[in-house]
C-alpha cells in the first residue's frame, strides 16, 4: 500500500532505484485518529494479581495497609458541602516530586512475586510492565492537542518495560505551577478526604493531614490484542457496598471538576475530561467514577456517579467527540511499534518514543545514563535465578 498523498509515478521512479541508494526511513508511528478507526480490538478484562501500599515516608510495603473504603455522605438531596480548602497548606504533605521513581515500586513488586505468576517467566518475557498511567497517555494521544510525551523502553529478559519520562516543557510546567493550580491539585485530595474511610463501615476523618506520599496500587494482567500486559495503578478506594467484591470490580475513581452551568460546558467536559476518566477507569477495570462538582469558592455542591462503560455514550453523537475504538487501536498499534523497535536484550540499551501534538510518534536510541531506567538491584536479582532469556520474538512472530 502506497504512503498517503504519493503520486503514482512518483513512486515507481523511487522503486526502480537502487536498493542501496534508498535512505532507511526512520521509523515513526502515524496519530491521526482517522487511521485507527477500524472495530474495537480484543482487551482481555483485567485481573488482578496483587498489590502494594505507600506510606507517608513513601516506602514500599507489599501489602494494602493504604487501601481506604468508600463512605459517601448520605443521600439526602442536599449538597455535601465539602469544603475543599480546608487544611491549606498547612495540614498539606506533598510528594517529592524531583525523585524519579520510574517503574522501581512496580519491580519490587514483580521480583517478590515473580515466582507465582501464571505462565511462569516464559509469560513474563512475552510482556510489557508498565504503569497505568503510561497506557493511558498511549490511549488518549489520537485526541490530545496540548501536552506531549516520552516514554523510554528497554528489552530484557524478553520482557519490554515501558517508563515515562518527563519532557523538558512538562518539568517547566511543573516548576512554575501558578498558585491556583496547586490548590486545585489539593481539592482533588482532600476530596478523597471526606469520601473514604479507613476501615469498612467506618466515617471519613477530613480533620487528618492531606499527604500525597500514601498510596494504594492495584497490580493487573491483561492483554490488548496479543500484547500481554503487565501493570500497576493507583486506586483511590474500594467499595465495600459493590455488587462484586472482587478488585477491580469493586474499585471507585473519585475526581473532582468544576460545577457545570450551561450545555457548552457539559459538552467540552465530555469531549476533554470524560475521555481521561474513561481511559483511566478502563484499563484498570474500574466500574464507576464518583465526581464531584465544586463551586468557585472550593465548597462541593453536587456528587454524579459515572459508570465507566456509559461515558462513550455522552460522545457518540459528537462528531468532535472521541471513539474508545481508536484509542484502544492506536495503543496496541504503538505496543506493535514498540516491540518491533526494541529488538536487542539489553537493560542499558535505551530507546526513546517522543510525541508532540500534530506529529507522529519518532524513536532514538540511547545508552546508559541518564535514560537507563532499569535499576541495577532489579536486572541482578533476576539475573540470578533465572535461565537464560528466550529469544526475542522476531516482527513476524
Not at 498489590?51 to 463512605?71: I, K, N, P, V, W
Not at 443521600?75 to 475543599?84: I, M
Not at 515473580?114 to 498511567?133: C, D, F, K, M, N
Not at 475526581?255 to 452551568?261: D, N
Amino acid at each position: 500500500m502506497e504512503p498517503r498523498g504519493t503520486k503514482r509515478g512518483a513512486a515507481k521512479i523511487r522503486v526502480a532505484e537502487p536498493c542501496n541508494k534508498l535512505p532507511r526511513p526512520a521509523p515513526s508511528l502515524p496519530t491521526d485518529p482517522a487511521l485507527y478507526s477500524g472495530p474495537f480490538p480484543f482487551y482481555r478484562r483485567p485481573s488482578e494479581l496483587g498489590c502494594f501500599s505507600l506510606d507517608t515516608q513513601r516506602q514500599y510495603h507489599g501489602d494494602a495497609r493504604a487501601l481506604r473504603y468508600y463512605s459517601p455522605p448520605p443521600t439526602n438531596g442536599q449538597s455535601p458541602n465539602f469544603d475543599l480548602r480546608d487544611g491549606y497548606p498547612d495540614r498539606y504533605q506533598t510528594r517529592d516530586e524531583e525523585v524519579q521513581e520510574r517503574l522501581d515500586h512496580l519491580l519490587r513488586w514483580l521480583l517478590e512475586h515473580r515466582g507465582q505468576l501464571e505462565g511462569g517467566p516464559s509469560w513474563l518475557a512475552g510482556a510489557t510492565v508498565t504503569w497505568r498511567g503510561h497506557l493511558t497517555k498511549l490511549l488518549t494521544t489520537p485526541y490530545e492537542r496540548q501536552e506531549g510525551w516520552q516514554l523510554a523502553a528497554s528489552r530484557f529478559q524478553g520482557t519490554l518495560y515501558l517508563s515515562e519520562v518527563e519532557t523538558p516543557a512538562a518539568r517547566v510546567q511543573r516548576l512554575n505551577r501558578p498558585p491556583l493550580l496547586r490548590e486545585l491539585m489539593y481539592m482533588g485530595y482532600k476530596f478523597e478526604q471526606y469520601m473514604c474511610a479507613d476501615k469498612p463501615g467506618g466515617s471519613p476523618d477530613p480533620s487528618g493531614e492531606v499527604n500525597t506520599n500514601v498510596a494504594f496500587c492495584s497490580v493487573l494482567r491483561s492483554r490488548l490484542g496479543n500484547h500481554p500486559l503487565l501493570f500497576s495503578g493507583e486506586v483511590d478506594c474500594t467499595d465495600p457496598q459493590a455488587p462484586s467484591t472482587q478488585p477491580p470490580a469493586c474499585y471507585v475513581e473519585l475526581k473532582t471538576s468544576k460545577e457545570m452551568h450551561s450545555p457548552g460546558q457539559w459538552k467540552s467536559f465530555y469531549r476533554h475530561k470524560l475521555l481521561k476518566w474513561w481511559a483511566q477507569s478502563f484499563l484498570l477495570g474500574v466500574p464507576n467514577v464518583v465526581a464531584g462538582f465544586r463551586t468557585p469558592e472550593g465548597f462541593i455542591c453536587s456528587l454524579k456517579t459515572f459508570p465507566t462503560m456509559e461515558m462513550f455514550e455522552h460522545v457518540r453523537n459528537d462528531r468532535d467527540g472521541w471513539n474508545p475504538s481508536v484509542c484502544m487501536n492506536f495503543c496496541a498499534a504503538f505496543l506493535s511499534f514498540a516491540q518491533n523497535t526494541v529488538v536487542q536484550d539489553d537493560p542499558r540499551l535505551v530507546y526513546l518514543f517522543s510525541w508532540e501534538p500534530g506529529g507522529p510518534v519518532t524513536v532514538s536510541e540511547h545508552r546508559d545514563a541518564p535514560h537507563a531506567f532499569l535499576p541495577t538491584w532489579y536486572v541482578e536479582a533476576m539475573t540470578q535465578d533465572l535461565p537464560p532469556p528466550p529469544k526475542t520474538p522476531s516482527p513476524k512472530d
